[in-house]
């Protein structure tokens, strides 16, 4: 399995879905097997919900950096 692609794809439907999202922060876990389709192996589940935790949270930061640099 690719995890980075798998993140890709996970985050690009969180951010397309705000619904999706909030599950996604209620059980990341459940969230992240329902999007990729299929069951994660044990021990992989926590490096994809890290992954997309942190994808997020770039998003996030780029997104305000980027408004930033609009005022100016």
Known sequence: MDI????EEIVEKLKKDPSLLESFKKDPVKTVEKLA???????????????????????KLSGAADTIKKLF
Do not use: C, N, S
């Open 37 to 59: 389709g299929v069951d994660i192996p044990d021990g992989m589940e926590d490096k994809i919900v890290t992954g997309v935790k942190t994808a997020l949270a770039g998003d």
């Open 4 to 7: 980075k692609k798998k993140v």
